[in-house]
């Protein structure tokens, strides 16, 4: 399983640097789990802003003797370790039952354990608020079932566990992500033959612009 939609460098270096809220951490963290390409890139990023904080203390002489020699000190044990490679392939979870470890703290570890509630004919949904308030939601969608046309009030990533859906960004399986904006608007439709479960992080309410989405909204608090 080898993902064609990745995550956005901006959603990239916002992990890095700790920026991103703890519900969009979750789902960029169950992407990195299974995208080679993103860990790279994660990395990457990483070892940049590292650099830009050693520049930003040695033009301010922020360090005081005690921090030099403490970071000369972990250098050396870094250099003395084996090196990382990020980029090889994560294996995964033999157990087609088991979650990803980072949605384990939202969702628990199992599928079949998953308490789903009915959203519409076909549709089940488990929605959870995160400890800054965001909402991650979890959806399991019939095969070839048409999801409501919709845009986003702030950032949404979706990652795909099962199935797949197309829309007007392309087709999305298993272990692709899903990084949007409030410039996008789409309308998911699930593939034929098999069901699509995904997760999403929200930091906003969803926009719909039919009458009857936006009746059901509050119901279902997204």
Do not use: N
Not at 124 to 138: A, D, H, V
Not at 173 to 187: F, I, M, P, R, Y
């Amino acid at each position: 399983m080898t993902p064609r939609h990745h995550l956005d460098s901006s959603t990239i270096i916002g992990h890095a640097s700790g920026a991103l809220s703890p519900e969009l951490s979750a789902i960029v963290a169950t992407h990195l789990e299974g995208c080679a390409e993103c860990r790279q890139a994660m990395s990457h990023a990483e070892r940049v802003g590292g650099l830009l904080v050693d520049q930003q203390q040695s033009a301010t002489g922020g360090m005081s003797r005690h921090d030099r020699l403490r970071d000369a000190m972990l250098k050396r044990l870094e250099q003395a370790a084996a090196p990382v490679r990020p980029a090889e392939p994560v294996e995964p979870s033999r157990d087609p039952d088991r979650l990803p470890a980072p949605l384990h703290p939202y969702f628990g570890s199992s599928y079949r354990a998953l308490k789903w509630r009915w959203m519409g004919p076909g549709m089940r949904y488990i929605r959870t608020t995160g400890p800054s308030g965001g909402t991650l939601l979890m959806l399991k969608i019939a095969a070839g079932k048409h999801m409501p046309m919709h845009s986003h009030g702030g950032t949404e990533i979706t990652q795909i566990l099962r199935g797949a859906y197309d829309d007007d960004l392309g087709h999305f399986a298993a272990g692709d992500v899903a990084d949007l904006d409030s410039e996008v608007t789409h309308q998911p439709v699930t593939s034929a033959g098999v069901e699509c479960i995904c997760v999403a992080a929200l930091d906003a309410p969803l926009r719909f612009p039919g009458w009857f989405a936006r009746k059901l909204q509050p119901i279902f608090g997204i």
